[in-house]
């Protein structure tokens, strides 16, 4: 089996007590990051969704379960009350497993292929009014360690509508400050180009100038653009943290997380007029139906459209 030397193996817990189909699960992790190149995110948390399978399953053997079953535990995941982009995950995620099983000649046939798949475009995003953004980007004040810091990634996140494991993983030469512009990493190792508007450049400025600089002269020489109060490479966990915080600073009483300011940043951008393979460029979707999502919340532009085209408008 091929793996990626580069990188981090995995540490799996077990989950189950029969150690066949414990090694199964276990080579279908390394397969996913080694064969199939996934980012860390996803194999993670597609091994996460394997674990509620396990736990639903119990003591049956993966290969007596049938169609019939499968659906079963499809019902299982709806009374968990997950989101709809969770529910389709767990389905990919255990396509997948078949997948590799029957890859592997394990198994002849694949019971999930059939299981169905919720569409990610009937789920609304939560997003966020321009007034609610402002509010949570001036929300970090002198009364907070590194506030500078915050105030820069909150504006990264709006204006780059980046998800948070790739604004952690930005490194200073990912950042063409003078050129308002940064060279973002996504999933699959995707590479982009993001455009940082004047309030996201002086924010980051600020950051480096006031707080950054002092971090290394007390902790060490680093590369990432974003550090902890340690002088560390900011933990994706942590800006989600720190998002939830000032939100309820904000007086944002909604549970928001860092995609909700992907979601605001590429429904505002449709709002303004900007083209929806623009916005699917920007966001790095590799499919223009996740990007649609975001089209059915702009209503204002629509009633102006109509307003203005219709005879009876």
Sequence with gaps: MLHNPRRRKLVLKPV?????????LESFVEYLAGECHLAENTVMAYHRDMKHFWEWRGNRMVSHLTVSDLADYVDWLHKRNLAPASMARHIVSLRLFYRY??????????????????KLWDYIPLVLSPKQVDRLLTAPGQGDPCWRRDRALLEFLYATGCRASELATLTL?????????????GKGNKQRLVHLGNRAVEAFKS?????????????GE????????????????????L???????????????????????????????ADLRQVQEMLGHASIATTQIYTHVDMSRLKQVHAKYHPRG
């Design 16 to 24: 189950v007590a029969n150690k066949t189909e414990q090694a199964w």
């Design 222 to 241: 680093s590369n990432y653009a974003f550090l902890s109060y340690r002088g560390k490479r900011i933990r994706r966990e942590r800006i989600w943290g």
């Design 243 to 273: 998002v939830k915080k000032y939100a309820l600073r904000a007086g944002i009483t909604m549970e928001i997380s860092p995609h909700t300011m992907r979601h605001s940043f590429a429904t505002h951008m449709l709002a303004a007029g």
């Design 101 to 118: 099983l029957q890859l592997e000649g394990i198994l002849l046939k694949n019971p999930a292929e059939l299981l169905g798949s919720q």
């Design 207 to 219: 950051w480096v100038k006031n707080e950054r600089d002092d971090l290394l002269s007390r902790f």
């Design 173 to 185: 030469h990912d950042i063409h400050i003078d050129e308002k512009y940064c060279l973002c990493t």
